[in-house]
């Protein structure tokens, strides 16, 4: 089992920043690439980055050069620093893992508000 609690969410201005955080506990070596998803208002789960155990990193286009997706194995956590934010960033943000038995967890989700 992988248990993944996030932090870092709020409210902030169109072009600000915020770090949105993932602490991840349980059997940590199992996992195979981890990530970062939202959903907005109405509308579905999307794929906002990934970064596997190997390092290799994918973004949704929208967040490409705004968004970095990292992790400090040392503190066990995850990342992902938003800036340049835009109306359309707002959602509810989850932390999401996915083993090598292809089980795939989620965290409760944290609330990011960009305000025009």
């Known amino acids: 089992q992988v248990q993944l609690v996030e932090s870092g969410g709020g409210t902030v201005q169109a072009e600000g920043s915020l770090r949105l955080s993932c602490k991840v506990s349980g059997k940590i070596f199992g996992i195979d690439v981890m990530g970062w998803y939202r ?5 579905g789960v999307e794929m906002v980055a990934t ?3 190997i390092d290799a990193i994918v973004y949704k286009d929208s967040v490409k050069g ?3 997706i ?3 194995n040392n503190k066990e956590t995850m990342y992902l620093q938003m800036s ?3 109306p359309e960033d707002t959602g509810v943000y ?3 893992s996915r083993d090598f038995f292809e089980t795939a967890y989620w965290g409760r989700g944290t609330r990011v508000t960009v305000s025009s």
Request: hydrophobic share 25%.
């Open 84 to 86: 340049s934010l835009k």
């Open 39 to 43: 959903q907005a208002p109405n509308k």
């Open 66 to 68: 705004r968004f970095t």
């Open 70 to 72: 990292s992790r400090d």
């Open 94 to 96: 989850y932390c999401w």
């Open 51 to 53: 970064i596997s155990s």
